[in-house]
C-alpha cells in the first residue's frame, strides 16, 4: 500500500536499515541513525539500479512521487535516470562557476596581465561593484537584457548618467569573454544601445585663443609657489603631455643631450611607448631643475615623501591659484590649446599631431595602414610651438613659421 504522511513521520529506527515501499519503485529507506532516505529502485538493460531522490521531511513525500515519476519518464524514453542526474547536476556546477561575478574576475585579471594602471583598475573594480548584488550570482547564460537594464536604470536614477553609460559597457566586456570562450551565446548590452539618457558632456575647460594663451603664459612664468611647480607648468604647456604623464615623470625618461623625453608604455594612457621631441627652452628648463631634483628618481617629487610624485592636484591648485577658475583653465587644457593653435596654423601634418597626442586612431582600418611616426616633423613642430608660446608669452604678433 502506498505510504503516508502520518506513517513516515511515526516510523522508528532499528538496528538495521528497513525499507518502505510506496509503490512503482519508490522506497523510503529507514537509517540506522533515523534518517529518512528516498530512494527509486528501477532495472535497466537487466541490471538493478537505485536512484537517490532526496531526504525526507526536506523533500516530502508528493516530491518523491513526483521526482519517481520524472524518472520513469525518462525510462521510458531509454535514458538512465542516474545519469541524467548527475549530466544535470554536472551542468548546475558549470553554471554556477561561469556565473557574471566569475567572468567579471577575469576581466579583472586580463585587465592586470595588459599591466594596466592602478587607477584604472580601481575604476573598472567600482563599477563591477554596482552589478554585483543583482547579477552576480547570476549565471551568466540567463541573465537578460531587461536584468541589465534593471541595474543601469539604478545607477541612472541617482543622476549619474556618464557612469550608467560606462557601466553598460564594463558589462558588455564581460559579456563578451563569456562569448568569446564559449559560456553565452550574446551579449544583451548591445540591445540597450540607446535605451539610457544620453549623458551631458562636460569638455574640460581651456584657454585655446592665442592672446589670452600668451597671459596664461605670462601668467605662469611669474608663479611664486614653489619653483618645481613653476618648471612643470611650464613644461605642460611646452610639451602638452597628459598631467598624469608629467607628474610621474622619472629623470631616467630623459635623454637632454639628444632633446628626447622617451614615455614608457606603462605610464601612457593607450599602454604604448612614446617619444617627446624637446625644443630648448624645455632641455633648458629641465637642465635648471636638474639641480634641484636630479638627485632623486623624480623630477616633481611629493612635498611629503621624495619617493613619492606630485599630487595630482597640484598642477590644478597653482592654476587656481594664479587666478584661472575651474571652468576656464585646467592641466590638461594645454592639450586641447596645442592642438587647436597648431591644426589652425596649417603647417602640420594632423596624423602628426596626434602622434605627438599620443592618441589613438580609433579607425583600426586607418590605424593598421598609418604606422608612420612622423618624427623628423614633429621634432620640427615642437620647436615651432616652443617659438610661438614665446611670441605669444611676449604679446607680440604671433607670425605663423614655416615648418
Not at 513516515?8 to 510506496?22: E, N
Not at 535516470?81 to 585579471?109: G, M, Q, R, S, V
Not at 540591445?191 to 581651456?206: D, E, F, I, M
Request: charged residues 30%.
Amino acid at each position: 500500500m502506498p505510504l503516508t504522511d502520518m506513517e513516515i513521520r511515526t516510523a522508528k529506527p532499528g538496528a538495521r536499515l528497513v525499507k518502505f515501499s510506496d509503490g512503482d519503485g519508490l522506497q523510503l529507506w529507514l537509517m540506522p541513525d533515523g534518517a529518512k532516505r528516498w530512494r527509486f529502485a528501477y532495472r535497466l538493460a537487466g541490471l538493478q539500479k537505485v536512484l537517490a531522490i532526496g531526504v525526507y521531511p526536506a523533500t516530502g513525500l508528493r516530491e518523491a512521487r513526483e521526482a519517481r515519476d520524472a524518472a520513469k519518464r525518462l525510462l521510458a524514453d531509454g535514458q538512465d535516470p542516474a545519469i541524467a542526474k548527475k549530466l544535470a547536476k554536472a551542468a548546475k556546477a558549470a553554471a554556477n562557476a561561469n556565473t557574471f561575478e566569475a567572468i567579471a574576475a577575469e576581466l579583472l585579471d586580463k585587465k592586470r596581465r595588459e599591466a594596466k594602471a592602478e587607477k584604472t583598475l580601481s575604476k573598472l573594480e567600482w563599477l563591477l561593484s554596482l552589478a554585483r548584488p543583482a547579477i552576480g550570482p547570476r549565471p551568466i547564460t540567463e541573465i537578460t537584457a531587461p536584468e541589465v537594464l534593471a541595474v543601469l536604470r539604478g545607477v541612472e536614477s541617482r543622476g549619474t548618467h556618464e557612469t550608467a553609460h560606462r557601466l553598460r559597457a564594463t558589462i558588455g566586456e564581460v559579456f563578451r569573454i563569456a562569448v568569446a570562450t564559449g559560456r553565452a551565446e550574446s551579449d544583451p548590452t548591445g540591445a540597450l544601445k540607446g535605451a539610457l539618457t544620453a549623458p551631458t558632456v562636460n569638455h574640460r575647460a581651456a584657454i585655446i585663443e592665442p592672446k589670452a594663451f600668451g597671459g596664461l603664459l605670462r601668467a605662469l612664468a611669474g608663479y611664486d609657489g614653489a619653483p618645481e611647480t613653476r618648471a612643470a607648468l611650464e613644461l605642460l604647456a611646452l610639451t602638452f603631455v597628459r598631467p598624469g604623464e608629467l607628474r610621474a615623470v622619472e629623470w631616467a625618461e630623459f635623454d637632454l643631450d639628444a632633446g628626447v623625453w622617451a614615455i614608457p608604455a606603462e605610464k601612457m594612457k593607450m599602454k604604448r611607448p612614446h617619444r617627446v621631441p624637446l625644443a630648448p627652452r624645455a632641455v633648458a628648463i629641465l637642465r635648471e631643475l636638474q639641480a634641484s631634483t636630479g638627485g632623486g628618481k623624480y623630477l616633481f617629487p611629493s612635498i611629503r615623501s621624495t619617493t613619492r610624485c606630485m599630487s595630482e592636484n597640484t598642477i590644478n591648485a597653482a592654476l587656481r591659484r594664479l587666478g584661472f577658475a575651474q571652468d576656464e583653465m585646467t592641466g590638461h587644457g594645454f592639450r586641447s590649446a596645442a592642438s587647436s593653435m597648431l591644426n589652425e596654423s596649417g603647417l602640420w601634418n594632423a596624423d602628426a599631431i596626434e602622434r605627438q597626442l599620443a592618441h589613438v586612431d580609433n579607425d583600426s582600418v586607418r590605424r593598421a595602414y598609418a604606422r608612420a611616426d612622423f618624427w623628423e616633423e614633429r621634432v620640427r613642430m615642437m620647436a615651432w610651438w616652443a617659438e610661438r608660446c614665446e611670441e605669444m608669452r611676449r604679446g607680440g604678433v604671433v607670425i605663423p613659421l614655416r615648418a
